[in-house]
């Protein structure tokens, strides 16, 4: 129903900048809630991120609050995740999600990797 296609990831060091893009399929994206996940080697996939389809309502996870920001431009089946100050914890890969009423879709995912 949906493909979702992460890129902007990458080797940076700490205390730097990236900015994840999602780019969407389909003709409902402002229908969908939008949201980032991420996930270290070792441990579970983890929410950070989420907007709400119109954009009215965004949520962080604590860690990345100050940080990070979600935003979504629906004219281009796009959502964005702006991560500044990264820190060595934020090293993980970085998914897409798409969420609807009664389903959900993720991205392949886009590596992020800060050193210290």
């Known amino acids: 129903q949906v493909q979702l296609v992460e890129s902007g990831g990458g080797l940076v060091q700490a205390g730097d900048s990236l900015r994840l893009s999602c780019a969407a399929s389909g003709r409902l994206f402002n229908r969908y809630a939008m949201g980032w996940f991420r996930q270290a080697p070792g441990k579970e996939r983890e929410f950070v991120a989420a907007?709400?389809?119109?954009?009215?309502?965004?949520y962080y996870t604590d860690s990345v609050k100050g940080r990070f920001i979600i935003s979504r431009d629906n004219a281009k089946n796009m959502v964005y995740l702006e991560m500044t100050s990264l820190k060595p914890e934020d090293t993980a890969v970085y998914y897409c999600n798409a969420a609807w009423r009664g389903g959900a879709s993720w991205g392949q995912g886009t590596q992020v990797t800060v050193s210290s």
């Open positions: 907007i709400s389809g119109s954009g009215g309502d965004i």
